[in-house]
């Protein structure tokens, strides 16, 4: 990769190979080898059949923007990616979403039925941990435990999910539907990047303003994405928001006024990111909101 | 505790009240405090209603036994038990087991519906390693995390659930089920002697042979049980196993086969304990054994 590159879009795309090579030796090492065959299968399916792998390569990004070297930074991005996965098969599940489609193919509880859906997840999240847990330097691992454990976890990503469930059906204002996507979503988004910190070996603190607003402003396309995109663009069944009457920014503000809002959100992270102490790789930083927009035109 | 006592049984009186003081302390701390409610209540009611805390008790003896402070092996005890909650709440599931009682109450899925249930498992499980990451000493945190993330996961619990679940229905020799009960039961129950020798600063490997005896011992007198007690003794509805044709000893072995089998299990501790490099404490874990077994006489 071209230090030179000012494209998050490049950026991703040299990123993904990667991470998913990466990924899936992951999978052949100590514990996943050791799984049975069909909780394997659908563990690889879950972790290898597609994704953006957008949070491994922001955690890259902001180990080598903070000044690190990217391999100490690739446990810390496998387990976010590990943890990302996990979450989408949970939400997917007939008691939750209840989503048949994800990425263009059937969902792992269709493929798979409930049961293994269920258990791949929760072997899934114990191998993010695991990986975190395999590093040389103690100190990172549990430096990055306690940042990916309090994201995912009951503060962070489960208890946005929760929030996200309770408020089906319920009318929200932007603000309440905002603060289950920093939950849902930005919070985990925010983790990666700061594991990516902590690998560089600088505070990864600074990193929660960047974080939250870029969070924010992905869940923000999504809903977008949701209302307005086709089947195919989605890889999913579009207008479930609806169908479900979640709680969502166009239902709180409309298309337009969604739009409005993750403008702001993109001028938010752009904010931050002046306050960040970066050695490298400013102008990728900077093209990230803009690349989340262009996600929903 | 006087350190003269000889019986597990008191061993684990002691233990209990300390462990769960412990454990309602974790869930007012940082993540588990800033859960939605709801999600806070279905953790609480999973980790504090109830339970026998055999893993941490062990977990505490093994550090003892090996020399180190009780103090130093509290977090992997309450890890290890919020790794057993979770367990119990997955595997209570519509979709896994279908159970309705659990210690005589009803199970998380009846009171807070499938998705809350499935939620909180998911809190639990990232708690667990929270509770890791938070200790002072990184290196015991990493290997702590190391063993019990090894144990929850694909080549372990997660993965003997899943050949639980296959071999319903299916015929199976005794040596087929107690591969299934070593890695769904004796996995964790040895995790949590491990992280408890680890917290005193030993090698956690010499701890395997006795933890996995005593894992398949303790599998041994739940299936007798099972087949065995009624449903005031149990706290749960009795007779799952033969209902769901579940692969047990009973149903391999018959009631008196899977008794001697349990003595053979009990001798094997013994043997293995008999290994082990113990500073104190060695009558009691002796006594550990004949509790299991006194479960189901």
């Known amino acids: 990769m071209s230090v030179q590159t000012a494209s998050f879009a490049d950026w991703l795309a040299a990123a993904r190979p990667e991470v998913e090579v990466a990924l899936a030796a992951a999978l052949q090492r100590r514990s ?31 180990c080598e923007a903070s000044g690190g070297v990217r391999g100490r930074a690739l446990a810390g991005a496998l387990a976010a990616e590990m943890i990302h996965a996990y979450s989408l098969v949970h939400d997917d599940l007939p008691c939750m979403d209840d989503d048949q489609l994800r990425r263009g193919l059937p969902t792992l509880h269709v493929i798979y039925g409930e049961a293994l859906a269920v258990l791949a997840g929760d072997a899934l999240q114990a191998l993010a941990f695991e990986t975190l847990a395999a590093q040389e330097d103690a100190r990172l691992a549990r430096e990055q435990a306690a940042l990916l454990s309090a994201a995912a976890g009951a503060a962070g990503m489960v208890g946005g999910q929760v929030l996200d469930l309770q408020a089906e059906g319920a009318r929200c204002r932007a603000g309440d539907v905002e603060a289950i996507h920093a939950r849902k979503t930005a919070a985990l988004l925010c983790a990666a990047l ?24 992905f869940q923000a396309t999504d809903d ?30 409309g298309l337009d006024g969604t739009r409005r809002r993750a403008a702001e959100l993109a001028e938010e992270a752009h904010k931050a990111l002046l306050e960040l102490p970066l050695r490298r790789h400013r102008q990728v930083l900077r093209d990230v909101p803009a690349f989340l927009l262009q996600r929903a035109p």
């Open 32 to 62: 996943a080898a050791a799984a049975p065959p069909a909780l394997r299968e659908a563990m690889q399916r879950a972790l290898l059949a597609g994704g953006k792998r957008l949070r491994p390569a922001l955690s890259l990004l902001a």
């Open 194 to 217: 700061q594991m990516g910190a902590a690998a560089a070996g600088v505070d990864p603190k600074p990193w929660e303003a960047f974080g939250g607003a870029l969070g924010r402003l």
């Open 224 to 253: 977008l994405l949701d209302a307005t995109a086709s089947r195919e663009q989605l890889g999913k069944n579009p207008r479930r928001d609806q169908a479900l009457e979640k709680a969502t920014l166009v239902a709180a503000l």
